[in-house]
């Protein structure tokens, strides 16, 4: 419990100073573009905790919760299939590697006139951003599975669901977490990005809004909001991950102790 | 039971041709104990990796129960060397043994029966919540002895099974081999690079020649089935035929060196 406390106290001794520094050095701000920070926290609740949240707030987390979860099913599902076939895997991986390349904001205008700009837009800025990173992370992993193991899975006839399931996928899960935990931030990146185009409501938007009426306590807010954000998101993935992965960090603790 | 005929097996690399195993013929009766010898890198694991299925011989075939082997035989199970690598770490060493025998499709009240008796015939009786990688070496290999024991194989194929771990837990393993074949009646064809195992072990031991592979010689063991670390060891007929394949082996590598 003491090693706990110690820990959450040196995670949160550099932004505590931080904090500190920009609140008093901003206090006696007359900057029109930097106001104290006294007075972006005073307009944060007003700001947020109203009818925004449910506005705006919550449907972005919304879309980004729908896209990068489809994009997480899609880059599993496509990465495992194209990992245990050599064949398909020489086809696609050029094509994979220019499609990586591609920055996903760009996509932002094209998918506008495919996909209008509703929702369906946005996720699918998310998913083609959140795709890649997950998808070419469990192709590798599911390459690495080990050999030994399976000529266990062949010689104890564990084949199919079983086969798939417990070995080929939880092989590659180190990996696949690797990709994942890419792919939330770049989830968030674009979750923003998606509403700050021909959008009317969203995080993004707001930030925008507040921007272009010269709101700039409020706009400051924003962003404060989506740096926390961002930290919680990357909370709750560390939380998930510690349960997936409970054994791939044990079993390294081990080995490296011997 | 299980038979060996004229197999042959050739490795065909960009820049060399690698003869593994030459010719080789043998016959394992049902319900014995056979081990095999040979100088390193003679292709014991080649012909295992054959007997079991997983690697095609070049010409030649293996039968078991009397059906050709073109892929992993039904009730043929493996021990492998790499204890650490053929036990999934991301399950418990219950599921580990309990997971041949989902994929059997054997119902659930009776796996768990089986996955509880075998993990008590190997002494882990304790461990079923632990994971593999929390084990010892010389546990983790008795997890892996457990999963071919619950999986009731007719056939069972042990490719060096000891080499990894110390020697007080080896000769702790060799005796529970000994049990769990007295007690299966299954047949076993046990691979090793030691002639004192094989030796201790089996009621016949094939000795290979360096490769291109053959058979050098095939000797009953003629000691007591009851055997122990201490008299069996001590006897003087051990130390004779420990001798005879000492020297089959020692011929066979200076044959490898001359050729």
Request: proline share 5%; charged share 20%; with cysteine.
């Amino acid at each position: 419990m003491t090693g706990v406390l110690r820990r959450t106290g040196i995670a949160l001794a550099l932004p505590v100073v931080l904090v500190a520094v920009w609140w008093f050095a901003s206090a006696g701000s007359t900057d029109f573009y930097f106001p104290p920070l006294r007075t972006i926290v005073e307009v944060f609740p007003e700001t947020w905790f109203g009818p925004r949240l449910v506005d705006d707030v919550l449907p972005s987390l919304g879309r980004l919760a729908v896209g990068y979860l489809a994009a997480l099913v899609l880059g599993v599902g496509l990465g495992m299939l194209i990992g245990s076939n050599r064949a398909l895997r020489a086809l696609v991986e050029p094509l994979l590697e220019f499609l990586r390349a591609v920055p996903p904001p760009v996509l932002v205008p094209i998918l506008v006139l495919i996909a209008g700009i509703g929702n369906t837009m946005k996720v699918l800025v998310i998913i083609s951003g959140c795709l890649w990173p997950v998808l070419l992370n469990t192709v590798e992993g599911v390459r690495a599975v080990d050999e030994v193991l399976a000529d266990t899975c062949r010689t104890y006839r564990i084949r199919g669901r079983l086969r798939w399931w417990h070995l080929v996928l939880r092989s590659a899960s180190p990996q696949i977490v690797t990709g994942a935990r890419q792919a939330l931030s770049v989830g968030i990146i674009l979750m923003v990005i998606s509403e700050m185009f021909a959008a009317s409501s969203g995080l993004g938007y707001t930030v925008i809004q507040f921007k272009d009426g010269f709101q700039i306590p409020q706009m400051w807010s924003g962003v404060i909001l989506l740096g926390l954000l961002g930290v919680l998101l990357s909370v709750l993935f560390r939380l998930a991950e510690h349960r997936v992965l409970g054994w791939y960090h044990g079993s390294r603790a081990v080995a490296k102790e011997r | 039971m299980l038979s060996v005929e004229e197999l042959h097996k050739v490795y065909d690399g960009k820049r060399r041709r690698v003869e593994a195993i030459g010719d080789l013929t043998f016959e394992v009766a049902e319900g014995s104990f056979v081990c095999v010898v040979g100088p390193s890198g003679c292709g014991k694991t080649t012909l295992l990796r054959c007997i079991a299925g997983l690697l095609p011989p070049t010409s030649g075939e293996v039968t078991v129960d009397g059906t050709k082997v073109s892929g992993p035989p039904e009730g043929l199970a493996v021990v492998f060397q790499e204890y650490g690598r053929s036990l999934f770490p991301w399950l418990t060493v219950a599921d580990n043994v309990d997971l041949p025998l989902r994929a059997a499709g054997t119902a659930r009240d009776g796996r768990r029966t089986l996955v509880g008796e075998a993990l008590d015939a190997v002494g882990l009786a304790d461990a079923h919540q632990a994971y593999p990688w929390q084990l010892s070496g010389g546990m983790q290999q008795r997890v892996a002895i457990a999963r071919a024991i619950a999986y009731q194989p007719r056939v069972l194929l042990m490719d060096e099974p000891f080499a990894a771990v110390d020697a007080q837990t080896r000769a702790d393993l060799e005796d529970l081999i000994r049990d769990v074949w007295q007690r299966l009646g299954v047949t076993l064809l046990f691979v090793t690079h030691d002639i004192d195992e094989a030796v201790y072990l089996g009621e016949r031991v094939i000795m290979l020649s360096a490769s291109p592979t053959h058979v050098a010689e095939d000797l009953v063991i003629d000691l007591p089935a009851d055997r122990d670390q201490l008299s069996t060891r001590g006897d003087a007929r051990f130390t004779e035929l420990r001798g005879r394949v000492y020297a089959q082996i020692q011929k066979a590598k200076q044959e490898g060196k001359t050729r």
